[in-house]
């Protein structure tokens, strides 16, 4: 059974820093492609980052430059860095499969507020 479990959010002010963490369990995590979501109130959930199995990213443009995807495939662990922090980055972030290969059950997610 898939599960996801993010970690690392809180309170920061702009222009500060967080790192989330996902930890996966009960897939072939070294193969899959995965990714950072979010969602803020009112929205639709949204692609924030994907990394693919050899390590190569992308980015959703609202993101770019200022967050950074990783992965130890040893640990079964994804990571999102988020510098440079801004008040619309206010959203649950969870982390789940790159969507175009099928989604997995939602974990709890991890809350991101920033304070103007």
């Known amino acids: 059974q898939v599960q996801l479990v993010e970690s690392g959010g809180g309170l920061v002010q702009a222009g500060g820093s967080l790192r989330l963490s996902c930890a996966a369990s009960?897939?072939?995590?070294?193969?899959?492609?995965m990714a950072w979501y979010r969602q803020a109130p009112g929205n639709q959930r949204e692609l924030v980052a994907g990394?693919?199995?050899?390590?190569?990213?992308n980015y959703a443009d609202s993101v770019k430059g200022r967050f950074t995807i990783s992965r130890d495939n040893a640990k079964k662990m994804v990571y999102l860095q988020m510098n440079i922090l801004e008040p619309e980055d206010t959203a649950v972030y969870y982390c789940?499969?790159?969507?175009?290969?099928?989604?997995?059950?939602w974990g709890q997610g991890t809350q991101v507020t920033v304070s103007s």
């Open positions: 009960g897939i072939p995590f070294s193969n899959v492609a």
């Open positions: 789940n499969r790159d969507r175009r290969f099928g989604l997995w059950s």
């Open positions: 990394i693919i199995p050899s390590g190569t990213t």
